[in-house]
């Protein structure tokens, strides 16, 4: 519902309200059926049996109900307010802590508007100053479905006297503790134009505090309970800051020529002011603390490189495990000083898994009839962990790409991979371990799309007036890339390292098109 009273020229008043209903359900079957017609085509239309078997296999269902609110107003277009909020109620969560109030506020100040601007806007250095400010409260529900009932959970079937026979296995401990966690967010922005609108800029900073996470504090407490302890509220606090930034300039020389030039950047910075699950022994050691730390990837063990003989194998602390070293095998640095590589030793290394700086340049240029618009993105500093899967140093995986790159005596070339073993695990998996010898520059700059094109209609066909554009073009994407995980044929723009073959799939095309826009 909206409401837009009349309150003469200078005021302008809008209220809304509303409401919204969520359902969620989800429901499971299994089905069965025997006859396989064609061997090794298990398909379930490709079965000829007349027996089929029905049976739940699991549902849950979840709702929200909430309703919220908008009221915006101005004053001559230059004092601008707006206020908002919601109020939600969450089946997630126990009856007496299922509703929360979440509001906002934004102000703006059309500068440009105000009297003792004229005179920079008679001189064409300003178009347009606008400032803005804003704060909200955002609710989060980042938990199961009704975490705080005991319940029993159904258990695997089992066959027994001609049919399907159900079990039930106790449910999770419950919480009443549960309840809306909140992000705080704060912005500040300014908005610009120049030289006649030739100039454009954008600039913003942003804040935010989360608190209360919903987490299960297995770390902090010993149970012999055989199931983990209950979700519940936690001290932590997170942080993240930044801005982000916009230029563009337009402008033409002489009357057909026309370019344009553009710049988007965003880079923020985040922390743990608090860490629910981090140990008292790493919050006192500067090396492993992740609270208050910035710009990091994560714990790893600090690589020495690779041994290049026996004696340094023997005079050289090593995971106890690894008992069977040999040159070309991975060395690691004894941080604690204690003799033994063990997880003492991993400490803050690298930069983030996702960057932290991001950019996109854009340039663009026409002349009668011909248009050249040029895309290149990239990032800055950012680190990814090369998965076990892209570590080419055993029988098993080596690949045709990186043969020729593992370590062996008398290899003068560029080495990427420890020598060759027979299993990755091999020698207590001593080079398979999470180090900084597998943590790599994943920062890229790629030239992401380029276009030609000329307009006949500009020549050729002016006089057709029922046309009115005949485009021909050329276009290409993903044309170069720059960036030092190329040698390890990965794309720096996915740049996965979850462990799971996130690192390998379909390659990155290069795509060159050939096109026509007719428009009549």
Not at 110 to 115: F, G, H, I, M, W
Not at 482 to 500: A, L, N
């Amino acid at each position: 519902l909206t409401y837009t009273p009349r309150l003469g020229d200078n005021h302008s008043l809008s209220i809304m309200g509303g409401w919204n209903i969520e359902d969620y359900t989800y429901k499971s079957n299994l089905m069965s059926r025997e006859g396989i017609i064609i061997p090794g085509k298990p398909n379930f239309s490709l079965l000829e049996g007349e027996a089929m078997t029905l049976k739940d296999n699991g549902s849950y269902d979840w709702g929200l109900v909430g309703a919220f609110y908008r009221v915006s107003y101005s004053y001559k277009g230059k004092y601008l307010l707006e206020a908002s909020g919601r109020y939600d109620g969450n089946s997630k969560f126990p009856s007496n802590q299922r509703w929360g109030f979440f509001p906002s506020v934004s102000v703006g100040w059309n500068v440009d508007k105000e009297p003792f601007m004229q005179p920079l806007l008679n001189n064409n250095w300003f178009s347009a100053l606008k400032f803005r400010f804003s704060w909200g409260k955002i609710g989060l529900d980042d938990v199961g479905n009704f975490k705080y009932l005991s319940v029993y959970n159904k258990g695997n079937d089992f066959y027994e006297g001609g049919k399907w026979n159900s079990t039930l296995r106790e449910g999770d401990l419950v919480s009443q503790d549960l309840t809306w966690y909140s992000r705080n967010t704060i912005n500040l922005a300014v908005d610009a134009e120049f030289f006649q609108q030739r100039l454009s800029a954008n600039f913003e900073y942003f804040y935010y505090r989360t608190t209360n996470y919903l987490a299960n504090p297995k770390d902090a407490y010993t149970t012999p309970l055989g199931t983990a302890m209950p979700m519940v509220k936690t001290n932590s606090a997170h942080r993240r800051a930044g801005y982000e930034l916009n230029l563009a300039w337009r402008d033409k020389i002489a009357r057909d020529f026309k370019y344009n030039v553009g710049l988007n950047l965003s880079y923020y910075n985040e922390l743990w002011e608090r860490k629910y699950d981090e140990q008292e022994s790493d919050l006192k050691n500067p090396l492993r603390r992740l609270t208050h730390q910035k710009s990091y990837f994560d714990l790893l063990y600090v690589s020495n490189g690779l041994y290049q003989n026996m004696e340094q194998i023997l005079d050289s602390p090593r995971p106890q495990a690894s008992t069977l070293l040999r040159p070309g095998d991975i060395a690691y640095q004894d941080i604690n000083g204690d003799g033994v590589i063990d997880t003492n030793d991993r400490i803050r290394q690298g930069a983030p898994r996702f960057p932290h700086l991001t950019y996109g340049i854009t340039l663009g240029a026409s002349y009668k009839g011909f248009t050249l618009d040029v895309l290149l993105q990239g990032t800055g500093a950012r680190n990814m962990l090369l998965e076990s899967f892209n570590r080419k140093f055993n029988t098993n995986q080596i690949g045709l790409a990186g043969s020729e790159k593992f370590y062996y005596p008398g290899n003068t070339g560029e080495i990427l991979y420890p020598r060759l073993t027979n299993n990755a695990q091999e020698n207590g998996g001593n080079n398979d371990m999470a180090s900084t010898y597998w943590l790599l520059d994943a920062s890229y700059l790629r030239l992401k799309n380029v276009k030609f094109s000329y307009d006949l209609k500009y020549s050729l066909l002016k006089n057709l007036s029922f046309i009115s554009q005949f485009e021909l073009y050329v276009s290409g994407n993903n044309l170069l890339t720059f960036s030092p995980v190329k040698k390890y044929h990965i794309d720096p723009e996915d740049g996965r390292d979850d462990e799971s073959m996130g690192q390998v799939g379909y390659p990155v095309q290069k795509i060159i098109q050939f096109g026509v826009n007719l428009t009549f």
